[in-house]
């Protein structure tokens, strides 16, 4: 489903979730409004999620975790608030995790580090504080981190240059 660069507002309705089968959902650069449904935990098939550049508020939902086969999620400039949820760290096959330019507070949670496929991650122009897990470590296939323009504190951990043969760009 592609409702991508038109003109919608308001509120994604929680029907989305009825949507069982559906593998991929773009509604990006719209004009939706209001919190993610947590509904859409319920897209159980989901391997694209792509909600970037609209204006919602609220959290991200923790039903977010439910969606295991997800490879790509993209809720960049979304306006969303509040911390990440640990549950992101259910989605194992995600590859490419783009939070950017949010509201997002409190700590990165230490879950992230089970997103061993992600090769690309994205939590820059937030509010993050505290310090950089030591469990993005175990991101062995990271090439793109991002963690800039927020309040992180303390020190690099040495473990983000566990990366094989090569070290992520930051």
Do not use: R
């Amino acid at each position: 489903l592609q409702l991508n660069y038109n003109q919608f507002s308001g509120d994604i309705p929680p029907e989305i979730g009825n949507l069982t089968n559906l593998t991929s959902l773009s509604l990006e650069n719209n004009g939706f409004t209001g919190d993610i449904p947590p509904e859409i935990g319920q897209l159980a098939n989901l391997t694209t999620l792509q909600l970037s550049y609209n204006n919602f508020s609220g959290d991200i939902p923790p039903e977010i975790g439910n969606l295991i086969n997800l490879d790509w999620m993209d809720l960049q400039d979304t306006n969303i608030s509040g911390e990440i949820p640990a549950e992101i760290g259910n989605l194992v096959n995600l590859a490419y995790l783009n939070l950017a330019t949010n509201q997002l507070t409190e700590e990165i949670p230490q879950e992230i580090g089970n997103l061993i496929n992600l090769t690309s991650l994205y939590l820059s122009e937030n509010q993050l504080t505290g310090e950089i897990p030591v469990e993005i470590g175990n991101l062995i296939n990271l090439a793109f981190l991002n963690l800039g323009q927020n309040q992180l504190t303390g020190e690099i951990p040495t473990e983000i240059c566990n990366q094989g043969d090569s070290t992520p760009s930051v």
